[in-house]
């Protein structure tokens, strides 16, 4: 298994992957990126976000997207948008390397925590997270505005 940064080659399966989330979370037609936007965000002049992909025999079997959050409690944070590891490929350690690979980067670039979100029905993903010692906040109400 390797961890590597992804790269421009890998965002038509890192969409499948996404899409795959989407399914999972039970809004498959929520997913409404088209590749181009998604391969400028990452890849383009101003990048906004940045990933890891776990690939074994050349087949990105998961991956990592993070992009940096600023708080003015605590300074730049790393914010987990979304980790998958495709289905078939659960229970062989995957998620652990990518989220120890996420924690190396965000000390590295020193940021003062990693944030993300995760739906209270989720209980794998919850013991997963429970794992890194992650803690729960039910105090705040999640808030969006859709253009």
């Not at 989407?22 to 383009?44: I, N």
């Not at 998958?84 to 980067?105: N, P, S, Y």
């Not at 003062?112 to 995760?118: F, K």
Request: proline content about 3%; hydrophobic content about 45%.
């Amino acid at each position: 298994m390797i961890i590597r940064r992804a790269e421009k080659k890998d965002c038509p399966r890192l969409l499948e992957l996404v899409n795959e989330l989407a399914v999972y979370e039970k809004a498959p037609q929520e997913v409404t990126v088209t590749l181009a936007h998604f391969e400028e965000s990452g890849f383009g002049s101003n990048p906004v976000w940045w990933a890891f992909v776990a690939e074994e025999d050349n087949v990105v079997l998961g991956f990592a997207l993070y992009y940096i959050r600023y708080s003015t409690w605590k300074g730049q944070r790393m914010y987990l948008e979304d980790i998958l590891v495709t289905e078939e490929a659960r229970g062989k350690g995957i998620g652990k390397l990518l989220m120890d690979r996420l924690i190396i980067e965000a000390k590295e670039k020193n940021f003062s925590g990693i944030t993300w979100q995760v739906l209270e029905w989720n209980e794998p993903a919850i013991n997963f997270y429970k794992k890194f010692s992650a803690s729960f906040d039910p105090e705040w109400v999640n808030v969006s505005i859709n253009l």
